[in-house]
């Protein structure tokens, strides 16, 4: 069975820095497409970025993301700094479905980590 475990979001302050981690378990690490994405209370699940057949980082948040991956620790990380209240979200990673070389929208990963909570103070 699939599983995504995210940590590493909190409270922090405007312009400090978070490393968020995802683990996941239950399918091949190396082979699969992951990606970041974040929610804000009464808005749309909006895209962060992606690692896999190429890295990518939306446009606006290009410059303070970043997305890697640890293939031996089954691992990926969202490092994000200059945080600003307008970061304050839930925080998922998920897998890309099959035959998604690309995939961008939500509609376009098949499964998703519980979720962690970032905070950004002002």
């Known amino acids: 069975q699939v599983q995504l475990v995210e940590s590493g979001g909190g409270l922090v302050q405007t312009g400090d820095s978070l490393r968020l981690s995802c683990v996941l378990s239950?399918?091949?690490?190396?082979?699969?497409?992951m990606a970041w994405f974040r929610q804000a209370p009464g808005k749309e699940r909006k895209f962060v970025a992606r690692?896999?057949?190429?890295?990518s980082v939306a446009v606006s948040l290009a410059g303070r993301f970043a997305i890697s991956r640890d293939n031996a620790k089954n691992t990926l990380y969202l490092e994000m700094n200059s945080l600003s209240p307008e970061d304050t979200a839930i925080y998922y990673c998920?897998?890309?479905?099959?035959?998604?070389?690309?995939?961008?929208?939500?509609?376009?990963?098949?499964?998703w980590g519980q979720g962690t909570q970032v905070t950004v103070s002002s």
């Open positions: 998920a897998t890309g479905r099959p035959g998604k070389v690309y995939p961008v929208t939500a509609a376009d990963y098949q499964y």
């Open positions: 239950g399918r091949a690490f190396d082979t699969t497409i």
């Open positions: 690692s896999g057949a190429d890295t």
